[in-house]
């Protein structure tokens, strides 16, 4: 009898207590099939491992671009042997994976993308959710390129998308700098630009690129560089042009190697941070034009996947709350003024800042912590491994003279005497050119709301939140520097130790920005 109501009890318990919560998330990627753009770059290589490894979709069409006589198909099989996938092929054999993911071939010059008309009538009646990751991420890139790339392949992408029968989100990647003139960057999309997207894409089209050149300073205005500028374009032309369809925008800042997944360390360039770095702990790099203490604003890559997965559920979720006629914004943000109008009837585009202040680097710790990876006696080289960092203009000239320009000249003029062609000079002339574009954010700091990635968060289950964690409070910093500097020399200079440092060398795996 006591066992009985013991039992009874148990029941009503279990009938009282809340069932365990659904993997939302994960159900909403579960069958569907994906285009995604840029999947050869940086960003989408691990997008799509991530997607292909612990995302249950039923395919990915990837849009891939012929590239140095290399046909799309030819492409996809070098990438899907890249390293980044070498803990996927333990499970599944390059053949298996291309049953789950098909090459599409576009091309940004064609009327449209260029796209077979077979090819095309499957994308559209067959994808649901476009991750559109496609850009030009240099920040020297003549704006002509820049506008082509950044807003008008941005615009020929959604055209495609607005076709899709199927279609339930859309996120775009931008640039959390893409508002760097400001010195408070809200989640929204920011319209107080002189000139129209339609207008510069129009202009881009009209005129060749050293006419475009000329007008580069007028169209760039406060922005330090043609990237920013395009990727700004973008994101007014989405809400003027597109704000109709189930579409976000994912705003990155500077994307780190990876943290943990698929394996620590990886990267497959020297852009940004990582080449500076790289060339600092070389001895090739001895003065830096920043403020140590300003924040670096820095991501691991494989956390701002998670973060740019779960955004492409909530804008599926938003975009059937506003066709059900229910507020997509969260509580309280309903009516918030934003330029004299409700958020809601202004911003129909939902933003997402991927930063979080809290767990923001400084850039003296940035630099700081690259020597936790090194062997012990590496530590020991002080003037391989020493360098400082300037605010001042006239002091970064003075030093960058004296520890730059002198010492390069000495080795120029040592190998003219050998019978060789100098190189330092021209090296350490566009290196501090690059130095020098680097300091508009090395100087700088912004105020950056994050309130839309932090709800992200609290959509999680536990069992979700262990495949798709990106609170950065949740990264160990001197675990993640482990790997850092390693990981650049093993997986991108393809070396396993950390000596062999040779100018002949040097020049061969030496950054973007560096070379000739």
């Known amino acids: ?29 579960h069958n569907v099939t994906v285009l995604v753009t840029g999947g050869t770059g940086f960003l989408g290589k691990v997008l799509l491992e991530k997607i292909l490894r612990t995302l249950n979709v039923r395919k990915v069409f990837l849009a891939v671009r012929s590239k140095d006589g290399q046909q799309p198909v030819e492409r996809l099989q070098h990438l899907l042997k890249d390293v980044i996938f070498d803990r996927l092929r333990r499970e599944l054999t390059v053949e298996q994976l291309l049953e789950r993911v098909e090459p599409v071939e576009i091309s940004l010059a064609a009327n449209g993308l260029g796209i077979d008309s077979v090819t095309e009538r499957r994308l559209l009646e067959e994808t649901e959710l476009v991750f559109n990751v496609l850009a030009s991420v240099k920040f020297n890139e003549n704006i002509k390129q820049a506008i082509d790339t950044n807003v008008g392949g941005t615009r020929k992408v959604l055209q495609l998308a607005r076709r899709m029968r199927r279609l339930r989100a859309v996120v775009h990647v931008s640039t959390l700098y893409s508002n760097c003139d400001r010195t408070r960057i809200e989640e929204r999309i920011y319209t107080d630009s002189a000139v129209n997207p339609s207008s510069v894409l129009q202009l881009s089209n009209l005129l060749s690129t050293e006419e475009m050149d000329a007008f580069q300073h007028c169209l760039v205005g406060a922005l330090p560089n043609t990237y920013t500028f395009s990727k700004k374009c973008a994101e007014s032309l989405i809400q003027q042009e597109f704000g109709d369809l189930p579409v976000g925008i994912f705003r990155p800042p500077i994307v780190l190697s990876t ?14 941070p990582a080449g500076l770095c790289l060339w600092t702990v070389q001895g090739y790099v001895r003065v830096i034009r920043g403020n140590r203490r300003k924040k670096a604003n820095l991501v691991p890559v494989d956390y701002c996947v998670n973060a740019l997965v779960v955004a492409g559920f909530d804008v599926a979720e938003r975009s059937i709350r506003r066709q059900c006629g229910v507020a997509a914004d969260p509580p309280g943000r309903q009516d918030e003024r934003v330029n004299g109008g409700s958020w809601e009837s202004q911003q129909l585009v939902p933003v997402y800042n991927y930063m979080y202040a809290k767990a923001n680097l400084t850039w003296g710790r940035y630099m700081e912590s690259v020597s936790i990876g090194f062997d012990s006696w590496i530590k020991q080289l002080c003037w391989h491994y020493s360098y400082t960092i300037v605010p001042s203009r006239a002091l970064f000239g003075a030093l960058s003279f004296c520890c730059h320009t002198v010492p390069a000249s000495v080795l120029d003029f040592i190998r003219q005497l050998l019978g060789k062609r100098p190189l330092y000079r021209r090296m350490v002339a566009k290196t501090n050119r690059f130095l020098e574009t680097m300091s508009y954010f090395g100087l700088r700091e912004w105020h950056i709301a994050n309130d839309n990635v932090v709800r992200l968060r609290t959509m999680l289950t536990p069992s979700e939140a262990t495949m798709l964690e990106f609170d950065m409070s949740t990264v160990d910093w001197d675990e993640y520097f482990q790997a850092y500097i390693p990981g650049i020399r093993r997986y991108f200079l393809a070396e396993k130790k950390l000596t062999d440092f040779s100018p002949s060398r040097a020049r061969k795996t030496r950054p973007q920005w560096a070379r000739r």
């Open 1 to 29: 009898m006591a066992a009985c109501a013991m039992d009874n009890q148990n029941r009503r318990d279990a009938e009282r207590s809340p069932p365990p919560p659904t993997d939302r998330v994960l159900s909403f990627y």
């Open 259 to 272: 943290y943990r997944e698929p394996i620590a360390g990886w990267t497959d360039n020297l852009n940004g």
